[in-house]
């Protein structure tokens, strides 16, 4: 059985660095993908106390105006930061 090109991508580990939940959440794309994700009722959540990672259906849709001014100020940083590798990459 032949492989798909997703799965021989993934074990190009040339593809693949490995980034904390810290920085993921800190750049401002956790609550990005969780403001698509709450269009399906799911959520990607965080647990500080425990450190843990889990997808969870969730009631709630969006977040507060404050959180989303927030959002999208880490999101815009992270883009301004990350643009030029960001692009070079699309173009490999």
């Known amino acids: 059985m ?3 090109p997703l799965e021989s991508d ?3 580990m040339d593809m693949v660095m490995k980034k904390s939940i810290k920085e993921f959440r800190e750049s401002g794309l956790l609550w990005f993908i969780n403001n698509t ?3 399906f009722g ?3 959540v965080y647990d500080l106390d425990n450190e ?3 997808p969870a259906r969730v009631k709630y849709r969006g977040f507060q105006q404050d959180i989303n001014t927030n959002g999208y ?3 815009s940083k992270y883009l301004k930061k990350n643009i030029n590798q960001l ?3 699309a173009q490999e």
């Open 52 to 54: 843990t990672i889990y």
């Open 87 to 89: 692009l070079k990459e």
């Open 2 to 4: 032949s492989e798909s």
């Open 10 to 12: 993934v074990d190009d």
């Open 37 to 39: 994700l709450h269009m």
């Open 73 to 75: 100020i880490k999101v």
């Open 42 to 44: 799911w959520a990607i």
